[in-house]
Nanobody, 132 residues
Framework: VQLVESGGGLVQSGGSLRLSCLASGFSFHYSALSWFRQAPGKEREGMACIHGTDDNTVYADSVKGRFAISRDNAKNTVYLQMNSLKPEDTAIYYC??????????????????????????WGQGTLVTVSS
């Protein structure tokens, strides 16, 4: 399994970026794909998760309405569109893959998708810096 993120960079507050995660070595079937971020001195936190084949998505409250996760199965790529960026969005952003069971109703109730331990494979990360 390999996950390669790209698209990070420096952007002004209020700006937008689109991150990409190119996946290989596994099928999107039976998978969930998520974006996490980790700011200096803070724990890794889940931003958004999408089912590998249906339209199920879920977002952290901190980014709901500003970020959008999507995927292109033909390109084996997951995206994170980030709008209205704030300085507090500055972090290294990672994509990760786990089981599609993370998006069942029971798992969503327990918010399992937000826990890094729920995922088997990770990318190397891409840095996003938002200037004020």
């Amino acid at each position: 399994v390999q996950l390669v993120e790209s698209g990070g960079g420096l952007v002004q507050s209020g700006g937008s970026l689109r991150l990409s995660c190119l996946a290989s070595g596994f099928s999107f079937h039976y998978s969930a794909l998520s974006w996490f971020r980790q700011a200096p001195g803070k724990e890794r936190e889940g931003m958004a998760c999408i089912h590998g084949t249906d339209d199920n998505t879920v977002y952290a409250d901190s980014v709901k309405g500003r970020f959008a996760i999507s995927r292109d199965n033909a390109k084996n790529t997951v995206y994170l569109q980030m709008n209205s960026l704030k300085p507090e969005d500055t972090a290294i952003y990672y994509c990760a893959t786990g089981s599609s069971s993370l998006l069942t109703s029971d798992a969503l109730h327990l918010r399992l998708w937000e826990f890094p331990s729920s995922y088997n494979d990770w990318g190397q990360g891409t840095l996003v810096t938002v200037s004020s």
